[in-house]
């Protein structure tokens, strides 16, 4: 500085002495900047790796304690890298002897086909939502899950995220209801002295052929019969015997009812009605007799009927092709009815 100072210098050699003393500042400011950078770059990735940790953490605790059957295997063999104690609880199975094995050898799956499935899901939507699935227990026991899936990188490899969330009692308790509803349907279309389909069956099942029919030219037979002077009947012998004989009549109608389609109702307190869904009239009056004989030969003993003294029947008989211009009432109903009446009359 002194010499600088001091001595002349050259116009070239001040300007050269001041440019190096520019860029040597400028290099001490892009190191301090560089050095900033740096130490931020340090902080931001302390704060990252201690954000990984404890989200390593958080997730090791929730995968520990969650009730729901959690698992990790590898997506190529499906050999197991972690399970939790849920999973445990679920196949029977300890950690100690499901880590380090395949499913295939625990023959955790009743079909061994649905790994196969979930793998080829996964890779065609890359996520697997509650597939429901049949899994084998170590005591042998068989229980159905909702398999959920994803595949992640666990450790450097393609792993299998599975949870299978156990539904048996599940499942069993809507079979049961499934099944109570249906036997309460069944037993609110079926009446309650003859055990036959009810009226309330009779116009549900008649609504459901003809609308079935409508749109193709089959026919469809009506049957009525009626007990004569059942009133007298039931007066002589008394109310349970009246019900015990309805129920033998319903049995005898029934029993001569050999295609699944047709249906047999009690369709009043004496009255009995046959559906028959692709039946001509010919075949409905052959039928109607074939009820007539049956009846005749139970020979109950009608001692008050101002007919006969054995029980008899009127039958009425309707036959139509069902459209959408006419209902069942007006052409199969009213003139079975109709029937009835004019075999009372006659």
């Known amino acids: ?16 002495r001041v440019n190096i003393h520019l860029q040597l ?14 130490q931020q770059e340090i902080r931001s990735r302390r704060l990252a790796e ?6 390593e953490e958080k997730f090791a605790k929730a995968f520990r304690s969650s009730p729901i059957p959690i698992t990790i295997s590898t997506l190529s063999e499906g050999r197991f890298i972690e399970v939790n104690e849920s999973f445990c609880c679920l196949t029977g199975y300890s950690q ?8 295939a050898e625990l023959n955790f799956w009743v079909n061994s ?39 992640i990188n666990y450790g450097g490899q393609d792993c299998l995220l599975a949870i299978p969330n156990d539904i048996t009692e599940r499942k069993q308790d809507r079979a049961a209801i499934a099944q109570a509803t249906q036997e309460i349907k069944r037993l609110t279309t079926l009446d309650g002295i003859t055990k036959i389909a009810n009226r309330r069956r009779f116009e549900e099942y008649l609504g459901q052929q003809w609308r079935k029919l409508v749109s193709e030219p089959i026919p469809l037979s009506l049957i009525l ?21 309805l129920r033998t009549i319903a049995q005898a109608i029934s029993q001569m009812i050999d295609n699944s389609e047709n249906l047999a109702a009690r369709y009043d307190s004496e009255e009995f009605a046959v559906i028959l869904p692709n039946t001509i009239n010919s075949e409905a009056i052959e039928l109607a007799e074939t ?24 039958m ?15 052409t199969l109903i009213i003139p079975a009815e109709q029937a009835v009446r004019y075999c009372q009359v006659n």
């Open 1 to 16: 500085a002194v010499d600088y100072i001091t001595k002349p210098l050259q116009h070239e050699e001040a300007i050269a």
């Open 25 to 38: 500042r400028n290099l001490n400011k892009q190191l301090e900047e560089q050095n900033a950078t740096l």
């Open 50 to 55: 201690s954000a990984l940790r404890l989200s």
């Open 96 to 103: 100690p002897e499901i880590i380090g094995h395949t499913s």
């Open 113 to 151: 086909d649905n790994r196969t499935q979930i793998i080829q899901l996964l890779r065609e939507k890359g996520v697997v939502r509650n597939q429901e699935f049949d899994y084998r227990t170590k005591s042998g026991e068989v229980r159905t899950v909702l398999f959920s899936a994803e595949i």
């Open 225 to 245: 019969c009626k007990l004569e002077n059942f009133e007298q009947y039931n007066n002589t012998f008394g109310y349970t015997a009246a019900n015990e004989f």
């Open 291 to 314: 009820i007539r004989v049956e009846i005749k030969k139970l020979a109950r003993s009608h001692p008050q009927s101002e007919v006969s003294k054995k029980v008899t029947l009127n």
């Open 316 to 330: 009425g008989i309707a036959s139509t092709i069902p459209s959408g211009d006419s209902s069942p009432v007006e």
